[in-house]
């Protein structure tokens, strides 16, 4: 089982809807976690970090689930600019260091 | 600001080749790394560094060098190119954050990415 698991989708929906994505994590030292959005051919950009108390950035909501160790992404009222893959990411220590861990990500299709 | 910038952006090599990826970053970050990302392998770390003159492996650093003279330049080099190094590498960089209790990662700052190619 892979440490932080997402499904690869595609999510196809229309837009306007709202879909949500989950991330699994198993390492319950996990310390804090971001979503990343990427781009076909692009590099990763930083969608939004991912708080306890779940945090909201326009049609964005980021939520933590740490009993049940997963993240969430809700995207509300979907644009075509949404589409792209999502990676959950994980930060965690390990050892003396910090290892991040990537999702494979979740691919997002919004269709006119 | 640039931010994180890499060159080139594409190249083809020859098997047996050498070549030096170069990443240079003007954020003033501590940390440096430098992935590869291949469809259905997600991003993976080759090597990283924790500050000037260090260097650590990462997941896959096996046909891979890094040298890290300077804070703001993390350079990847491949000694003898295998097609298996075919892929899009992404250089990117980071900050620590004091969180009291325990510090933590800022969220990584990545370079446009160098597709390379090797046959």
């Known amino acids: 089982r892979k440490e932080v698991e997402q499904d690869p989708g595609p999510f196809n929906v229309p837009e306007g809807a709202t879909v949500a994505f989950n991330c699994t994590y198993s390492n319950s030292a996990s310390q804090s976690f971001f979503w990343y959005r990427q781009d076909c051919r692009k590099e990763p950009k930083l969608l939004m970090s991912?708080?306890?108390?779940?945090n909201e950035d326009g049609r964005f909501t980021a939520q933590l689930n740490r009993a049940s160790q997963y993240i969430s992404l809700l995207i509300r009222d979907s644009k075509l600019s949404d589409s792209a893959t999502y990676l959950c990411v994980v930060n965690r220590n390990a050892g003396n260091n910090r290892k991040l861990i990537w999702g494979l990500g979740t691919s997002l299709a919004v269709n006119p | 600001n640039a931010g994180v910038t890499q060159t080139p952006k594409f190249r083809v090599l020859k098997t047996g080749q050498s070549m030096t990826l170069l990443c240079a970053q003007d954020m003033n970050h501590e940390y440096m790394y430098w992935y590869r990302q291949d469809p259905g392998m997600g991003l993976r770390l080759i090597h990283y560094?924790?500050?000037?003159?260090?260097?650590a492996k990462g997941e896959v650093p096996d046909g891979y060098n890094v040298s890290r003279l300077k804070k703001q330049n993390f350079l990847l080099g491949l000694e003898s190119a295998a097609p298996s190094q075919t892929s899009v590498y992404f250089c990117?960089?980071?900050?620590?954050?004091?969180?009291?209790?325990?510090?933590?990662?800022?969220?990584?700052?990545f370079g446009n990415g160098t597709r390379l190619t090797v046959t």
């Open positions: 560094s924790v500050g000037e003159g260090t260097t």
């Open positions: 990117a960089s980071s900050y620590s954050i004091d969180g009291g209790l325990s510090t933590y990662n800022s969220p990584l700052h």
């Open positions: 991912v708080y306890s108390s779940g």
